[in-house]
């Protein structure tokens, strides 16, 4: 697997051919990813502060995500924007405002894990608040029997996850969340077998949260559980 961060000779390279192939000079800048099933190439690695377009194109065999994410308690967790549902062979745009700093773009062939990462350095002021960042993301994986990823899962008063159910199972599973007292905090909405799905869903108050898939009998046979915000 080629890591760009342990070949800074590379990425100057390509800013350099970057260079003279810009698009759209009033939107800000244009940056290409190319992904494929192992790697994650970002054409450019050192950028300036503003709006720019990252323009994804899937090589790979796989459907992928790319994620920008920002440094949080000395780990890059935040995410600052996302594109997902990349098909292989297709593009997709994704656009963000980058504050100066340092951010990891990741590649996620199979739309799953912590990706193929590339680090990036913006120069410029620092963003004031990434607009439609979220403090978080949790995998939650529902089979027929069991909704998992959310046993040893915990999160602070205010936090504001993503969760993204991939479905293993046979049928259409969802993800209701219930705040400790008993009303909807928000859903992942019915996903078919084999698709992903996800909502971001901030946890407004402290307590036990009860989770389940609401469809026919499926709390029933396991789909459901809890989990604390402290
Ligand atoms: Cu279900």
């Known amino acids: 697997m080629l890591s760009f961060r342990s070949v800074p000779g590379i990425g100057a390279l390509l800013l350099l051919a970057a260079c003279g192939s810009t698009g759209s000079p009033a939107s800000g800048t244009s940056v290409a990813i190319t992904a494929t099933d192992t790697a994650c190439q970002v054409a450019k690695t050192e950028l300036q502060a ?8 899937n090589n ?10 920002g440094e949080q308690d000395g780990a890059y967790t935040k ?8 098909g292989p062979g297709t593009s997709r745009d994704m656009q ?17 894990g912590d990706g193929v990462r590339t680090k990036i350095t913006v120069a410029g002021a620092a963003a004031k608040q990434q607009e439609e960042a979220y403090d978080r993301e949790v995998e939650v994986e529902a089979t027929d029997h069991a909704l998992e990823g959310l046993s040893s899962f915990t999160a602070k008063t205010g936090e ?11 049928t259409e599973h969802e993800l209701e969340i219930f705040t400790p007292d008993g009303k909807e905090a928000g859903e992942v909405a019915p996903v078919k077998p084999g698709a992903t799905g996800e909502a971001v869903i901030t946890l407004t108050v402290p307590g036990t949260y009860s989770y389940k898939c ?11 559980g809890t989990f604390t915000v402290s």
């Open 160 to 170: 504001k996850i993503e969760f993204k159910l991939e479905n293993k199972g046979t």
């Open 50 to 57: 503003g709006q720019t377009t990252f323009s994804v194109t």
């Open 96 to 112: 963000v405002n980058l504050g100066g700093g340092t951010y990891e773009v990741a590649c996620k062939p199979g739309q799953t």
């Open 60 to 69: 790979g065999n796989q459907v992928t995500e790319v994620y920008v994410y």
């Open 214 to 224: 609401g469809i026919g009998d499926h709390a029933g046979k396991g789909l459901k």
């Open 79 to 86: 995410v600052v924007s996302e594109v997902e549902n990349i």
